[in-house]
């Protein structure tokens, strides 16, 4: 509950320091971050399982030292992250004005305008809007899926519980490592949806072999292609977003609904992937299949539109979010 606003609050403030050709490396490097460390939590969570002392079992010493390490970094995170361009103060008078107009160039709304009950009602009138956020919903049940299976998949392949909890570490890192050159050729070709499909793909490919294959090496195999593609679509689908909606108030409204769809894709994929489906969990595996399919067909159906409509802007029609000149990023 405490923690619910920090992630898109964070989408939101990167988002306003950067044009957006520059914006998926960012959130990229942000996110992934977050997966090396997950990754690496369950070496941390084993070796702090093997703790008796103090007459606690090891899983109370996971919930303690874990937590403290949080509380600890959540004191730091309030000294260290920075504010918004124009309120910052680590940076010269001049390198603010720099970084304002850079962003004022880009799409015009470098200055900050405060979101109110009369904008949000106005911005959920924006279809679009929806679309991302059920994007990042349906690439959100991937990402739990995998944080289920992958260690059902180990122990099939004759693994203990607790080796298990240290071998999901090198899917992440993989996935990161892929999700980075991933981002960096999105921003530089200024192309979101094709990366956001081919990731799609990638999660279907990865899904379809650990899901149905009867060999526990190539369902382990498939997990590395289908975290890729899923954790990789998470920064992409966030870039996605704050590329394509201008004013700061909007991409906040934005953000934190996009955000919010995915903690509802993680409720879904506890509802499917149902106990009684065990060891396969074959229905959770096509449903979350078919999710990747409506993430291929809202973006096809955003790109026609996004061109339909760059190509107006670019005869003299009606401009985009209301700014003259911009165009949205296919």
């Not at 305008?113 to 904008?119: G, S």
């Not at 909890?165 to 200024?190: E, H, K, M, N, W």
Request: proline share 4%; aromatic share 12%; hydrophobic share 45%.
């Amino acid at each position: 509950l405490f923690q619910a606003g920090f992630f898109p609050a964070c989408v939101w403030l990167i988002s306003c320091w950067y044009k957006r050709a520059e914006v998926q490396v960012r959130l990229a490097t942000f996110y992934l971050i977050s997966v090396v460390a997950g990754a690496f939590s369950s070496i941390l969570a084993y070796g702090l399982s093997t703790i008796k002392a103090g007459h606690l079992s090891g899983w109370r010493w996971i919930l303690i030292v874990e937590g403290i390490i949080t509380c600890a970094l959540s004191l730091l995170g309030y000294l260290l992250i920075v504010d918004f361009p124009d309120k910052n103060t680590f940076l010269t008078k001049e390198e603010t004005e720099l970084i304002k107009a850079r962003v004022e160039r880009d799409r015009a709304d470098g200055e900050y305008d405060p979101l109110t009950l009369q904008k949000c009602l106005k911005y959920a009138m924006d279809l679009k809007l929806w679309s991302f956020a059920l994007c990042y919903l349906c690439t959100t049940t991937a990402t739990y899926a995998y944080g289920y299976f992958t260690p059902i998949i180990l122990i099939g392949l004759g693994f203990s519980v607790k080796d298990a909890q240290l071998l999901i570490a090198p899917t992440g890192v993989s996935a990161c490592l892929f999700a980075l050159l991933l981002a960096r050729l999105s921003d530089r070709y200024r192309l979101r949806g094709p990366i956001i499909i081919l990731q799609a793909l990638m999660t279907i490919i990865g899904l379809s072999m650990t899901g149905f294959h009867p060999n526990n090496k190539v369902r382990f195999a498939g997990a590395f292609i289908g975290v890729a593609g899923a954790q990789g679509n998470i920064p992409a689908l966030l870039a996605y977003q704050s590329n394509n909606i201008r004013k700061q108030s909007k991409r906040a409204f934005s953000s934190a609904v996009q955000v919010a769809f995915g903690g509802i894709g993680g409720i879904i994929s506890s509802l499917v992937y149902r106990q009684q489906d065990a060891p396969a969990y074959r229905p959770g595996i096509t449903v979350t299949i078919a999710l990747q399919v409506v993430i291929i067909v809202l973006v096809c159906i955003n790109s026609v539109w996004f061109t339909y409509r760059n190509n107006q802007v670019k005869r003299g029609g009606k401009p985009i979010e209301g700014r003259p000149g911009f165009l949205y990023t296919i």
